[in-house]
């Protein structure tokens, strides 16, 4: 036998023995013997049986009937010694054995030896085409047919890219996430509520199950929706669940298959499985209760063999920092992190083509698939258009459209009731994690009685259960989601702003809120405001004095009215006091004293300090991911912060003081600030003021012949905002300004681009 066949019949009788010691528990001694002189490939011995195998690569006949004299003789012997147990030989071929082979064994006359391929003989092990089969006829997660509302009929799945959760320069394929995968490895899929993970899952489950199926991999993909085991810790106990929930009722065989190490495991959901926020701030108990809810995860990471992936998905800002998530759930160090992202121009284009539209969207609608296809499928879409809408005006006119068509279903319910049921909804889901639900009907419901003051009938019934912009997140408990995080940012700012108006007969508390007003949803209610002229100061201002009056501690509602207050620049004259709560972004405008306003046991995602370091609000115990506005640490002023955290993970903002060191003229300079801040977030849009932030004050005079000269190269446009202008980029411009800044950079203008040119001559 050549050395090379030989190396690749010993690779395959490892492989089959492998299997055998999984298919017989209690024969882990058993494999390759030695009887009467003659080397045997295997037997295995336990309670209940006694089987004999002998394996080839070979197709030849002359090698069945060698083997399967070996197999008649063994079993024979084996008969004598274990007359109790079912004896059984084995002549396993690496493919289908020929018809010839087949012949040469039942020539034997030994009823107990029989020939058998080796898909055939793994099957044994576990019957993976019959679970493949039953789990494609369950939901995978939140994916969801737009427009059937099918779990299971989903559609061609639209390829996503992915950045690096560690380095966001660093773009990811979906290819490469499924050959990492395909590579053993782990890989953490994170994004946000509608950006596609459940249908990346999804699709790399269908390429894995295909690859088993008819591309003759030995492996094969488990996919579990975390949602469906909560408290469960042990991944036995899960796997035995999950076969009994997609109707695969050998549950023993999907558990040997994933110990032997022929399933690949794919979580669906991390975050699902998570307990309610506890008190005691972030860095004791939330941090260990988020630890101690993935429990499950961690151990299927450590668990599953290395000759198999693991590809778990979850919403992005569970865990705030990567050590922790990689802590969390025990990833190695080679555990590939990335996180969904927005879809660029051309995938939007070619998305919206598929949902039958070839409309451009505005700069400030989100370009995620889910919430892109629900207004493609729902027919709004091509009503909000306007690209020099700001946010607050675009969501407040997509709303409005949609709720107005809503109501056009006779069930006496006006439009503006069923935004404002949608908004207390979406205040309801603030309890929630991710701040987008789950809720059930039965919120539904109690959001309908609040705001029209009765219980719904049939026909408003009717109305609830199809209400715009939630979708359905599991059947079987009727819960919905809102589709979109910064949709429901928007909607839950409605419920805040009635609260201003009101706050004596209003009733909004909020000790359960988990999530708190963010930038789209405090412009929002700003320019709600804005309605009253120049008595929005004074209602916000009454309506804060009001809601820290009634407790010792502020409410997160205080921290909601706190920021719309910034937003307004409305003097903060009461003392506020607030504990416990992650916020993702603080502003500190000039201007405003927040000395009274003091902070303890928070979390903050964001500091962007652009007032006086005296008028900086007090901070203990406090934890900070980026801080903004400053040239280095050393000049936070140590009378504010107080036993706080800053670590490795602080972030003060260089960006414009790197900007400023570039050898180019001063409006030039002034050029790329802004659009840096302009381009940097997407879906808001800049004020007026913003653009000067962190500005030499020398410069402040050429922010205005800067504004008018990128105005008029198509690089912003001004939205319709009543009372302060705001700065809107250009989604078709990004690459021109990304260009444009890595040019400046290198000192290397395009010869095409004669904007430096003209920026130049502004003095």
């Known amino acids: 036998m050549a050395s090379q066949e030989r190396a690749a019949e010993s690779a395959f009788e490892n492989e089959v023995i492998r299997i055998a010691r999984w298919m017989y528990p209690g024969t882990d001694r058993g494999g390759p013997v030695i009887i009467e002189g003659r080397e045997r490939d295997g037997v295995f011995v336990n309670d209940d049986v006694a089987v004999a195998i002998e394996c080839t690569v070979s197709s030849r006949p002359n090698k069945a009937l060698s083997d399967g004299k070996k197999l008649d003789n063994l079993c024979r012997k084996l008969k004598e010694l274990h007359p109790s147990k079912e004896v059984s030989g084995y002549f396993i071929t690496r493919d289908e054995p020929t018809p010839e082979q087949r012949t040469m064994i039942e020539r034997i006359g030994n009823p107990l030896v029989s020939a058998l391929s080796y898909s055939t003989f793994r099957g044994r092990l576990i019957q993976a085409h019959n679970y493949l089969i039953a789990r494609r006829d369950m939901a995978f997660g939140s994916a969801k047919n737009l427009a059937s509302g099918s779990a299971t009929d989903l559609g061609e799945y639209f390829p996503m890219d992915f950045v690096a959760f560690e380095k966001e320069n660093q773009i990811t394929r979906y290819k490469h996430l499924l050959r990492s995968i395909k590579e053993c490895r782990r890989v953490i899929v994170l994004g946000d509520y509608g950006a596609g993970k459940s249908m990346t899952l999804r699709q790399i489950f269908l390429d894995l199950a295909q690859e088993y199926q008819i591309g003759g991999a030995i492996t094969f993909p488990v996919h579990i929706s975390l949602r469906d085991h909560h408290g469960q810790v042990d991944p036995v106990e899960a796997l035995e669940r999950h076969a009994r929930n997609v109707g695969f009722y050998r549950s023993d065989q999907l558990v040997r298959a994933w110990r032997a190490g022929y399933a690949h495991i794919i979580l669906d959901g991390f975050d699902e499985i998570a307990p309610a926020n506890v008190g005691g701030g972030y860095l004791t108990n939330e941090r260990s209760a988020k630890r101690a809810s993935v429990e499950l995860v961690r151990r299927f990471v450590r668990e599953t063999p290395q000759s198999v992936g693991v590809a778990i998905a979850g919403r992005r800002n569970f865990f705030h920092r990567a050590e922790d998530l990689r802590d969390s759930m025990g990833l190695p160090d080679d555990a590939l992190l990335v996180s969904a992202t927005d879809f660029t121009d051309e995938q939007v284009t070619r998305y919206l083509r598929r949902q039958g539209w070839s409309v451009d969207i505005p700069q400030w609608l989100p370009p995620r698939p889910l919430l892109l296809g629900y207004l493609a499928v729902k027919n709004v879409l091509g009503e909000v258009v306007d690209s020099t809408l700001a946010a607050p005006e675009g969501w407040d006119l997509l709303l409005s459209l949609t709720f107005d068509r809503e109501a056009q279903i006779e069930g006496n319910v006006s439009g503006i009731q069923l935004r404002e049921i949608l908004e207390r909804v979406a205040t309801k889901a603030r309890r929630t994690g991710s701040g987008v639900g789950p809720v059930y009907m039965e919120d539904v419901r109690q959001s309908f009685r609040e705001v029209v003051g009765f219980p719904p009938d049939e026909r408003q019934e009717v109305l609830l259960r199809r209400l715009p912009l939630l979708a359905t997140d599991d059947p079987r408990t009727e819960a919905r989601k809102i589709i979109d995080p910064v949709l429901a940012d928007v909607a839950r700012a409605g419920d805040v702003v009635r609260y201003i108006e009101d706050p004596y007969s209003t009733n909004l508390p909020s000790d359960d809120w988990q999530q708190l007003l963010e930038g789209v949803g405090i412009e929002s209610a700003a320019h709600k405001l804005h309605t009253h002229g120049g008595a929005a100061g004074g209602l916000v201002k009454t309506a804060l004095a009001q809601t820290v009056k009634r407790s010792e501690a502020s409410p997160p509602l205080a921290v909601d009215l706190l920021s719309i207050a910034l937003e307004l620049r409305v003097p903060i004259i009461e003392r506020i006091y607030v504990s416990n709560l992650t916020i993702s ?179």
């Open 585 to 763: 972004e603080l502003h500190t405008p000039s201007g405003v004293d927040l000395s009274s306003v003091e902070f303890q046991d928070c979390f903050f995602g964001r500091l962007d300090i652009g007032g006086e370091l005296q008028h900086l609000p007090r901070f203990y115990r406090c934890d900070f991911l980026q801080i903004e506005g400053l040239r280095s640490k050393e000049e936070l002023p140590v009378e504010s912060f107080t036993d706080c955290d800053f670590g490795d993970i602080t972030k003060l903002d260089t960006t414009t003081d790197s900007l400023m060191d570039l050898p180019h003229s001063p409006a030039i300079l002034v050029a790329l600030t802004i659009l840096k801040k302009l381009y940097a977030q997407q879906g808001t849009g800049r004020k007026d003021s913003a653009l000067r932030r962190g500005l030499p004050p020398a410069f402040y005079r050429l922010v205005d012949p800067v504004i008018g000269e990128l105005v008029r190269s198509g690089l912003m446009v001004s939205s319709r905002r009543s009372a302060t202008k705001v700065w809107v980029p250009v989604r078709a411009q990004r690459s021109r300004v990304s260009t444009f800044i890595d040019a400046a950079s290198r000192g290397d203008w395009p010869s095409s681009e004669d904007l430096p040119e003209r920026l130049s001559n502004i003095e």
